[in-house]
């Protein structure tokens, strides 16, 4: 059974930093590129950022480049998010998601999404 | 970057109807479109995967047609565990891009 679980949110001040994770299992983590999603309170969905399955391309929305940054560790089956220069308009909830297979990126499983809060 | 335009953005139905949702992109994104289904609270969940195929333990009563840049998801007759909000979603091109929602709700 596929699992996906996001942690690591919470509240932070404007212009700070968090560190979101997102442990999987239940299939072979390294043959499938993983995203991230966001949903801000009441609004629709935002794809943020994208990584390949080994880890060596990555892609980011202009709204978070330079800010955020995509990451994995396949030992660990983990991928992260990495927000930095964190703004209000970041408040949301982030959903790690899998790919339907391995590059094509439609999403068939997600966690149950993190909530990050930037203010003051 | 593609824009999805999703229509209407409340459709009001009893269970039963027939509900159809448009998904048109600013550019041709082939038959590269998604759609999915998200209920308050939850994740959203793949309904439609190049604009025609269900996706694995999707009920027939959901359908998918289109390519180009106009595109429909269809359900034949509406359960009541439908009622809920329909995106669709692009992977033609970076960034993805998602519809802004459409609202089916009951009438």
């Known amino acids: 059974e596929v699992q996906v679980l996001e942690s690591g949110g919470g509240l932070v001040q404007p212009g700070g930093s968090l560190r979101l994770s997102c442990a999987v299992s239940g299939f072979t983590f390294t043959s499938y590129a993983m995203s991230w999603v966001r949903q801000a309170p009441g609004k629709g969905l935002e794809w943020v950022s994208g990584i390949s399955g080994s880890g060596d391309i990555s892609y980011h929305a202009d709204s978070v480049k330079g800010r955020f940054t995509i990451s994995r560790d396949n030992s660990k089956n983990r991928l992260y998010l990495q927000m930095n220069s964190l703004r209000a308009e970041d408040t949301a909830v982030y959903f790690c998601a899998k790919n339907v297979w391995t590059t094509t990126f439609y999403f068939d499983y997600w966690g149950q999404g993190t909530l990050v809060t930037v203010s003051s | 970057e593609i824009v999805l335009t999703q229509s209407p953005a409340t459709l009001s139905l009893s269970p039963g109807e027939r509900a159809t949702l448009s998904c048109r992109a600013s550019q041709t994104i082939s038959s590269y479109l998604a759609w999915y289904q998200q209920k308050p609270g939850q994740a959203p969940r793949l309904l439609i995967y190049?604009?025609?195929n269900r996706a694995t333990g999707i009920p027939a009563r959901f359908s998918g047609s289109g390519s180009g840049t106009d595109f429909t998801l269809t359900i034949s007759s509406l359960e009541p565990e439908d009622f809920a909000v329909y995106y669709c979603?692009?992977?033609?091109?970076?960034?993805?891009?998602f519809g802004q929602g459409a609202r089916l709700e009951i009438k």
């Open positions: 979603q692009q992977r033609l091109s970076w960034p993805i891009t």
């Open positions: 190049d604009a025609s």
